[in-house]
């Protein structure tokens, strides 16, 4: 028997913090502990998100282990990867450097450049402040990740230009591949 019962408080959809949402920095940048602190002056806030939002995955194998009548007996994980996926809609200077590499941008009063390279991609630590119904504060806190993956980039008067990037999360010191600190309903 449940020892709550069902409440469509805890029933909600997920926006993304007006004036920012997803904010990356250095691996190593101090992280927040809750979900009202402020930011480390690191974090730098990457702009908006495609209306596809952020995905997160979690995906893996399994090796089933049998006895000698060929029962399964025991299960164990071979391996699981954590995955987010997004899309940059902001051709700035902080999303080209998630994409591209943080070395292989730099930006004048006037002009942009961003080198495409081969680049190993830097380790970084991701921050999205997320809101749900009522007011209810959600922050996601990736203490380690880096991007493993770029979708295409499209150039079409019918979409919006940006970068689509795939960030593998890795475990942190205490084995966490993610904290979240969420409101209670009330």
């Known amino acids: 028997m449940p020892t709550t019962p069902n409440s469509t408080a805890n029933v909600s959809t997920t926006k993304g913090v007006i004036g920012g949402y997803f904010f990356t920095a250095p691996e190593g940048t101090t992280l927040p502990t809750d979900n009202t602190t402020a930011l480390d002056n690191a974090f730098v806030n990457i702009g908006y998100i495609s209306d596809a939002g952020v995905v997160h995955s979690k995906s893996g194998s399994n090796t089933n282990f049998h006895d000698m009548n060929m029962d399964t007996i025991a299960s164990a994980a071979s391996e699981i990867d ?55 504060k959600w922050r996601r806190v990736i203490p380690r990740a880096k991007v493993t993956d770029w979708g295409d980039e499209t150039d079409l008067s019918t979409e919006l230009a940006g970068f689509e990037l795939t960030y593998t999360k890795f475990a942190d010191s205490t084995g966490a591949y993610q904290y979240d600190y969420i409101d209670i309903a009330s």
Do not use: H, W
């Not at 942009?112 to 809101?131: F, S």
């Open 82 to 136: 954590r995955t987010m996926v997004q899309k940059f809609v902001e051709v700035n200077v902080s999303a080209l450097k998630e994409a591209r590499g943080q070395t292989n941008v730099t930006a004048s009063t006037t002009m942009i450049t961003a080198k495409d390279t081969n680049d190993d991609m830097p380790y970084r630590c991701i921050v999205q402040e997320l809101v749900l119904k009522g007011g209810r």
